[in-house]
C-alpha cells in the first residue's frame, strides 16, 4: 500500500561524500516523520537523523555536523547528505516514513525501506 524506495548508497574513501534518498508512495494521506537509520554487523539498528513533517531535525551525536538531513514534502521525500565520512559511517541505511493514511478512516502507520549499504574506505 505503501513502499519506500532508497537510492544513493556505495562505496566511498573516508572524508568523502555521499547523499542518500528516499521516496514515499502509495495510499498516502500525509507524511509525517521521516528518517534514517543505520545497522553495522553485529550491532543493533541506531536512529542516524530524522525530520518531522514542520522540519524538526533530530540527529545522533555520532553525525552531528557532518550529516544534514532535509525533506521534500511535496515529493514525499527525505534525504540525507553525508559528508565527513568515516569508517565507522559503513553500515546498511534504511529510511523510515510514518504515514496517515485514509480509507474511509484515518490511521497512522509505519514503513521501512529495503535499505541501502554504504560503506566508507580508510
Known amino acids: 500500500q505503501v513502499k519506500l524506495v532508497e537510492s544513493g548508497g556505495g562505496l566511498v574513501q573516508a572524508g568523502g561524500s555521499l547523499r542518500l534518498s528516499c521516496a514515499a508512495s502509495?495510499?498516502?494521506?500525509?507524511?509525517?516523520?521521516m528518517g534514517w537509520y543505520r545497522q553495522a554487523p553485529g550491532k543493533q539498528r541506531e536512529l542516524v537523523a530524522d525530520i518531522t513533517s514542520g522540519n524538526y531535525t533530530n540527529y545522533a551525536d555520532s553525525v552531528k555536523g557532518r550529516f544534514t538531513v532535509s525533506r521534500d514534502n511535496a515529493k514525499n521525500t527525505v534525504y540525507l547528505q553525508m559528508n565527513s565520512l568515516k569508517p565507522e559511517d559503513t553500515a546498511v541505511y534504511c529510511c523510515?516514513?510514518?504515514?496517515?493514511?485514509?480509507?474511509?478512516?484515518?490511521?497512522?502507520?509505519?514503513?521501512w525501506g529495503q535499505g541501502t549499504q554504504v560503506t566508507v574506505s580508510s
Open positions: 523510515k516514513a510514518d504515514v496517515t493514511i485514509y480509507t474511509g478512516a484515518y490511521y497512522n502507520a509505519r514503513y
Open positions: 502509495g495510499s498516502i494521506f500525509r507524511v509525517n516523520t
